[in-house]
């Protein structure tokens, strides 16, 4: 019996018209901003970004930053310290294209025993700073009509925690502003995602007491704490070409400890 020639609506034609699948890094070097660069998640993006070829600048109270990175000072509780850091990152690399908020801090404590101080410092630094470093780079973005943008949320978001009432609110908060951006930002192609990290080798879990670590390890599958350069890899993709059509995803990295988030 012999066989039907393809229709032009048949697979041969489906896949002739298929493009290349796009690369996880950019053919030109991009202008990245990275808050909580000098440590961390942050100091790790910021290094990995800059190593790749991209022109980064690192933001961080201290100012310090990996090598390759531009070092520019500045509190993410202070919006306005936050748009001049903005404004000299684009003095130097041009209009940010990336922007990724990694800057955040957790002071554990019993929400019957959370200071007024303690939770306002969890919110200005984990959600109010991810939104006011957002602001001071997004009219560029939305002029370019293209941008980037990867929040740094966490597991205790969607998980809660003991004692983590201030800092898990932040980061569930952190979520909603990244679906509520994604949303508003899509018709200007202004991509807007957030990686949900569980615990991470970083200063912030140094400080966890030896039983509390081991609590926290029972419920994790992998077993393990990850290194902050495991983070790294989902970050920069989130960054790259290869995810134009992603938009306003929560992506766990968390050893399996938010499985059916």
Not at 72 to 95: I, M, R
Not at 106 to 118: F, G, I, K, M, N
Not at 130 to 152: K, N, Q, T
Request: aromatic content about 4%; proline content about 8%.
């Amino acid at each position: 019996m012999a066989l039907k020639a393809p229709t032009p609506n048949g697979p041969a034609a489906v896949s002739s018209r298929l493009d290349p699948v796009k690369p996880l890094a950019s053919d030109e070097p991009r202008a990245v901003v990275v808050t909580g660069a000098s440590g961390g998640i942050g100091a790790a993006v910021a290094g990995a970004m800059a190593a790749q070829g991209d022109l980064v600048a690192g933001i961080s109270r201290s100012g310090t930053a990996p090598e390759g990175v531009l070092g520019l000072s500045a509190d993410v509780t202070d919006p306005q310290a936050l748009k001049e850091a903005a404004e000299a990152a684009a003095q130097a690399h041009g209009p940010a294209q990336v922007l990724i908020a990694a800057a955040g801090a957790s002071r554990d404590a019993l929400a019957a025993r959370t200071p007024p101080q303690v939770w306002q410092q969890a919110l200005e630094t984990n959600l109010t700073g991810s939104f006011a470093i957002v602001r001071a780079v997004l009219p560029a973005m939305m002029r370019a009509r293209s941008g980037r943008i990867i929040l740094v949320s966490s597991v205790i978001a969607a998980r809660g925690g003991v004692g983590l009432a201030a800092y898990g609110a932040a980061k569930a908060g952190v979520e909603g502003l990244t679906r509520s951006l994604a949303r508003e930002l899509a018709p200007r192609a202004i991509t807007v995602n957030a990686v949900a990290p569980g615990f991470v080798e970083t200063d912030m879990t140094a400080s966890l007491p030896q039983p509390a670590r081991e609590a926290y390890l029972e419920q994790i599958p992998l077993g393990r704490f990850a290194e902050p350069q495991e983070v790294v890899g989902p970050i920069i993709f989130l960054a790259s070409p290869g995810a134009s059509y992603i938009t306003g995803t929560i992506l766990g990295v968390d050893g399996g400890m938010g499985m059916g988030r």
